[in-house]
């Protein structure tokens, strides 16, 4: 049994179904204070799906499930063991908090491109996907970049033409100008940024460019049971203080999260 074979085991077995390896980085993420471990060679890439069936919500998709950063270092948890015995090597786990661009690491590990909407789309889930990573100090062998899709969103654009703060751009998002960053960050928003708040009915986060995209219609739901049995679409105002241990919002504290409710149910 190949490396890849004996790896992928390890992965099927704790829910992983789609993971690809990507060479260490040349480049860390602008600004990031951490640095990955010395020693480190390569990078198992791996996807987690989020698409939850739901009727009405007035959260983003991404945090409709329970935080992912918690429940994709659980599942991480679960397979550094045997990863550390099989191959004797070092693993360190991120999802959301690494050094990397990770779309563009998923990318090079060859799990989808980099769509217009600036997130890394894959053939099975969309864009509805977490990125983790498992950061070794073994010579795996890095995957093929896959090719295709591309020219389908080349030439549609409706993420561009969509987003209401024409934050999108071929250069990527403007970050300060993202209804997802406005409604995370804690100084007020503007008259029109609380209007668009409202408008979106979101209190957490922006799927307007994802949510707009054809290539998102026949994304697979998530199988991931950490996402599907604490999925909560709804959040009323009285259950914010409540729910925030588990929930993305978590690490803003619930003046924002009540903050944002008032805007979109009240203001
Ligand atoms: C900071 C951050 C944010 C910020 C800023 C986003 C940004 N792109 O800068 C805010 C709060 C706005 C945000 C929002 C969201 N985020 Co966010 N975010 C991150 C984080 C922590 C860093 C992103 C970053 O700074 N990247 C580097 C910069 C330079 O990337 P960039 O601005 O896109 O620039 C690149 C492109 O321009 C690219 N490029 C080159 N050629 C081309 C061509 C085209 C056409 C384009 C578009 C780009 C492009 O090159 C540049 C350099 O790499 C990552 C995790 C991580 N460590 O990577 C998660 C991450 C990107 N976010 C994620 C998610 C889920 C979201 C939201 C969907 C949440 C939501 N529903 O509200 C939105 C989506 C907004 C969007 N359209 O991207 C996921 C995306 C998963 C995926 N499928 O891609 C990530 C990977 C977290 C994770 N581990 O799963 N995020
Ligand atoms: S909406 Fe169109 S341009 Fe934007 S990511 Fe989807 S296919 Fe690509
Ligand atoms: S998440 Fe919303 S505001 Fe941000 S780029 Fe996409 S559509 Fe625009």
Redesign the pocket.
């Known amino acids: 049994m190949d490396d890849l074979q004996k790896l992928r085991i390890i992965l099927n077995d704790a829910g992983i179904a789609d993971f690809g390896i990507a060479p260490m980085p040349l480049r860390l993420?602008?600004g990031?204070k951490k640095e990955p471990p010395t020693g480190s060679k390569t990078v198992i890439v791996c996807l987690?799906p989020?698409l939850v069936p739901m009727t009405d919500r007035n959260v983003?998709?991404?945090?409709v499930v329970a935080d992912?950063h918690r429940v994709?270092g659980d599942i991480f948890e679960t397979v550094i063991p045997a990863i550390k015995q099989t191959f004797g090597c070092e693993v360190t786990h991120?999802?959301?908090?690494?050094?990397?661009?990770?779309?563009?690491?998923?990318v090079e590990a060859g799990l989808?491109y980099?769509?217009?909407?600036?997130?890394?789309?894959?053939e099975r889930y969309g864009?509805?996907?977490?990125?983790?990573e498992l950061v070794t100090d073994y010579g795996f062998t890095p995957s093929k970049k896959r090719v295709g899709g591309m020219s389908v969103?080349?030439g549609c654009r409706r993420?561009i033409a969509a987003?209401p703060k024409r934050?999108?751009?071929?250069?990527?998002?403007d970050?300060p100008n993202?209804?997802?960053?406005i409604?995370?960050r804690k100084s007020e928003p503007s008259e029109s940024d609380a209007a668009l708040l409202k408008q979106s009915g979101l209190i957490?986060?922006?799927?307007i460019?994802?949510d707009v995209c054809p290539q998102n219609r026949f994304a697979e739901p998530s199988s991931i049971p950490g996402f599907t049995k604490d999925a909560i679409p709804v959040i009323e105002y009285d259950d914010i203080d409540l729910l925030l241990p588990g929930r993305v919002f978590s690490w803003r504290g619930s003046d924002v999260v009540k903050r944002n409710w008032k805007i979109v149910n009240e203001g």
Do not use: H
């Open positions: 993420l602008a990031s987690f989020y983003a998709r991404f945090a992912y994709i991120y999802a959301d908090n690494s050094p990397f661009d990770e779309v563009e690491l998923a989808g980099r769509s217009m909407n600036s997130m890394l789309m894959t864009n509805y996907v977490f990125i983790g969103c080349a993420c987003c934050a999108l751009s071929k250069d990527g998002v970050k993202c209804l997802s960053y409604s995370q957490w986060g922006c799927d460019c994802t």
